[in-house]
């Protein structure tokens, strides 16, 4: 048991990933506190389904636009410092909505407004952190790892924050839930000025911004399994993650419940991401992860099918725990596949394909699914989504014999340890015996 719990925490032997692991906690937990207040707010202040999409929408359609810009930045600058400011400029944000809130000025369109300035800064702040992470630890072999783990945080902060939200919204309003988060985001920029980080001398680009993106689309295109997973989570993220932008029509309407029901029910989904998030971390290996990918595609459809049919709290809670762990499951499964792929000088553009496709991608979905719930009902809505993702998964599994065939010699090419490349199944074990 020791030894199970030292492997899945063993990136943080490392000094600057457990100061980052630490700092990104607790901001986190403030940054879900505020995305349940906003949108609790934004439904009691409207009572409208589509404008529940619209805050969605705001607030990430603007990542989808900057990542790629920040992708190349992230290429070619210091990913520390970028990320210093992305964290300076989201404390911002959170103090100028606190201050509308308590000065009895906020409107719907500040809301808008100020989505959409979240949306534009994690859209630099995303794409680069997710590749800063690459430069946290010392040992490649450990980057999974620290992947899961990352995943493990921001699925922790999930399952906090939106209960405290709950009971302070309830207790007090929205107000202190935007304080807080302004407050969360000290300790995440102390944690980032206490890292030693060390200097890496990045080549004189060759091309302008737009080159340098162009060129990272086209790598990407070109190398097939990288292809063929950016596709796959694009149409997860538009037709299967925008359920979480109904929930407090469930919440209100369906469970006859209050904000604290809303707490309890994104509070399932942080539990299911959780759990994901842990076995994930345990991995030791590449081993079967395009099959994981199946499963928690799967897992996010039949949960949230499951979800839509029920009008009972205790019932909801574990079919949205499902749907959670498959969201985080297929998510980081992808991530990881990823960063093992990429080539480093890359990684920064890559991961901007990344994060368009999983964040950029989901406020279209958000728009769909508000305006589909105005027509056909929040249920109707959530079950072809999960229909959707079944469908989904059916076509990746039968992709699997195709998707390994590619992967090896990429993974041979990179010199990936021996049992991280045979753990990838048949096809890997066979090209690395011809090898031999």
């Known amino acids: 048991m020791k030894n199970s719990v030292k492997d899945v925490l063993r990136s943080l032997r ?29 439904y009691r202040m409207t009572n409208s389904p589509f404008f529940l999409g619209v805050i969605a929408f705001s607030s990430q359609a603007p990542t989808f636009f900057m990542a790629p810009l920040a992708g190349v930045l992230a290429d070619r600058f210091s990913r520390h410092r970028i990320v210093i400011a992305t964290q300076i400029g989201s ?198 992860l395009d099959k994981v990918i199946v499963v928690g595609i799967g897992s996010l459809g039949v949960g949230v099918i499951a979800f839509s049919f029920s009008s009972i709290l205790w019932l909801s809670l574990p079919l949205l725990l499902l749907a959670g762990f498959g969201l985080m499951v297929q998510m980081a499964s992808i991530n990881t596949l990823l960063q093992t792929l990429v080539e480093d000088d890359k990684r920064g553009r890559v991961m901007s394909l990344y994060t368009m496709s999983f964040i950029g991608m989901a406020p279209f979905g958000s728009l769909i699914a508000g305006s589909a719930a105005t027509h056909i009902g929040a249920p109707n809505t959530l079950r072809i989504s999960g229909l959707l993702c079944l469908i989904a998964a059916a076509v990746f599994f039968k992709q699997i014999p195709t998707l390994r065939q590619h992967i090896s010699p990429l993974y041979i090419k990179k010199g990936i340890l021996p049992q991280v490349a045979t753990g990838l199944g048949s096809a890997v074990q066979l090209t690395l015996e011809t090898k031999d």
């Open 91 to 288: 404390m911002i944000q959170a103090l100028l909505l606190a201050m509308l809130f308590y000065t009895g000025h906020l409107a719907n369109w500040h809301l808008v407004a100020l989505s959409v300035i979240m949306g534009l800064i994690n859209g630099f702040d995303i794409p680069t952190r997710q590749a800063f992470v690459h430069e946290l630890v010392d040992v490649p072999e450990d980057l999974p790892n620290a992947i899961a783990l990352n995943s493990f945080i921001f699925n922790g902060a999930r399952l906090v924050g939106p209960s405290i939200a709950g009971l302070i919204i309830y207790a007090a309003g929205e107000g202190p839930c935007f304080l807080l988060n302004t407050a969360s985001y000290l300790a995440v920029l102390i944690a980032l000025l206490m890292m030693r980080i060390k200097k890496i001398t990045k080549p004189r680009p060759a091309s302008a911004v737009l080159g340098g993106f162009k060129e990272g689309i086209v790598y990407a295109w070109n190398v097939k399994p990288i292809r063929m997973v950016l596709l796959l989570l694009s149409y997860v993220s538009l037709f299967g993650m925008p359920y979480a932008v109904l929930m407090p029509i469930f919440a209100k309407d369906i469970l006859g419940g209050g904000p604290q029901t809303l707490g309890f029910l994104l509070a399932a989904v942080g539990i299911g991401a959780l759990i994901g998030a842990i076995y994930l971390a345990s991995r030791k290996t590449l081993h079967g």
């Open 14 to 42: 490392y000094r600057n990933y457990r100061l980052f692991f630490v700092g990104q906690g607790v901001s986190l937990v403030g940054t879900w506190m505020q995305s349940v207040a906003m949108s609790w707010l934004a």
